[in-house]
């Protein structure tokens, strides 16, 4: 019994250390959400591809509850959701893309299955990008991609 | 040997539990909705096999869509542990009031010992019954300020008329509502004064609808250079 507890000690000890050079010589653990561009839905894309479009050409879109998007809404992005009357948040959009038009919509919500940001990426594509000239695209991972790429 | 027996009866216990499994009929129910009807529900039936199974939670992930297991115990709560051979329904009640088109919508259950959930989905069409085509006119700058048109077309079996509409803009962007067919179809016809300079414009409709949705409608206008960067196509489209 006592032999057994020992082991099992020296067995914690060896695996915490092991555990910490590691995290010391390789870094901290990747928190990225992963993603596959090869396998994603279609009109869905990954964080990383963004990053290789000109920040310039996209409008960010929330489509989290507006306390969410007040609290960590990606900097200059428009709030148009499903849980609030479209044609109230619609204009603000418009306007955005009227007033400063960019060639990239990409919209965001909170998880995998929440359905949102889908849904508002059909509405804003079947409504206006047709005229307007850009694509809507759904962030792969919503805002735990962007949370995860700021760790 | 204690230790083996406590080992051993672990590991039993879960393959025991990854034995045991809701098995449903569908993941994924499609509902055509009626323009008037407010609420739907989807239905997704299911069979539990192998040793019983434990319903962890059954959370919708929009507060639009309510969830519910039945059939419900003697006071009403939700059952949440099934035995082998039972059957039972989930219930996705969904609330159509703020949704046009195609909309996916679904509940989260997760089942004990089971590391992913399941997500059950509730496809709901909701008919656009006053259409815009388009819902957006655009002159590039410095084109021909040509008139274009925005056909207002009623998808209903009772006519709905345009009570009243206004313009935000009317200085750059005059505009004519004409009635094609009073309640059916009207056309809005804009021509802008001046295409030289960039310019934005909204035209907003109210109708006679008795549905909350459909009182209202917006039309959009845009005088804007042509985009120099051609859209990226990175993504899969």
Redo the contacts between chains.
């Keep these: 019994m006592k032999s057994f507890i020992i082991a099992l000690g020296s067995l914690l000890v060896l695996s915490a250390a092991a555990g910490l050079i590691t995290w010391k010589v390789v870094g901290a653990p990747d928190r990225a959400i992963s993603c596959d561009p090869e396998s994603l839905p279609e009109h869905h894309v990954c964080l990383s591809t963004i990053r290789n479009w000109p920040e310039d050409a996209i409008l960010w879109v929330d489509a989290r509850p507006r306390a969410e998007w007040e609290k960590n809404g990606v900097k200059g992005s428009v709030l148009v959701n499903d849980l609030e009357e479209w044609f109230d948040l619609e204009p603000e959009f418009m306007m955005q893309m009227m007033g400063n038009p960019r060639a990239k919509v990409v919209v965001y919500c909170n998880q995998a299955g929440c359905g949102s940001s889908k849904y508002v990426a059909n509405q804003l594509r079947e409504r206006h990008a047709g005229t307007l000239d850009f694509e809507v695209h759904v962030l792969q991972g919503g805002i735990k991609a962007l949370l995860a790429e700021g760790k | 040997m204690n230790?083996f027996n406590a080992t051993a009866l672990s590991l039993f216990g879960t393959i025991m539990s990854l034995s045991a499994k809701m098995v449903f009929e569908t993941k994924l129910v499609v509902i055509e909705a009626n323009p008037d009807e407010i609420f739907v529900t989807g239905e997704f039936p299911f069979e539990v096999t192998g040793d019983g199974e434990t319903i962890i939670s059954y959370d919708a992930?929009?507060?639009?869509l309510a969830g519910r297991v039945e059939p419900l115990l003697p006071d009403r709560s939700a059952k949440l542990n099934w035995k082998a051979g039972e059957k039972g329904v989930i219930k996705a009640r969904f609330d159509t009031s703020?949704?046009?088109?195609?909309?996916?919508?679904?509940i989260?259950l997760k089942l004990e010992g089971e590391k992913d959930p399941i997500?059950l989905i509730v496809r709901v069409n909701v008919p656009e019954l006053v259409q815009l085509k388009?819902?957006?006119?655009?002159w590039d700058k410095g084109s021909e300020a040509k008139e274009k048109v925005i056909k207002v077309k009623i998808n209903h079996t009772e006519p709905i008329k345009i009570l009243s509409h206004a313009g935000n803009n009317e200085k750059s962007y005059p505009y004519e509502l004409k009635t094609i067919k009073e309640g059916w179809e009207y056309e809005i016809r804009v021509k802008p004064t001046d295409t030289s300079q960039?310019g934005?414009g909204?035209i907003s409709l109210r109708t006679d609808s008795k549905i909350g949705?459909f009182k209202?409608?917006?039309a959009?206008v845009?005088t804007?250079?042509k985009?120099k960067?051609?859209?990226?196509t990175?993504?899969?489209?």
């Excluded at chain 2, 703020?98 to 679904?106: H, N």
């Excluded at chain 2, 990175?234 to 489209?237: D, I, N, Q, S, V």
């Design positions: 230790y992930l929009c507060s639009c703020r949704f046009l088109g195609t909309v996916d919508k679904a989260e997500h388009p819902s957006t006119l655009k960039s934005i909204m949705k209202r409608a917006t959009y845009t804007k250079p985009l960067m051609k859209p990226l990175e993504a899969r489209e």
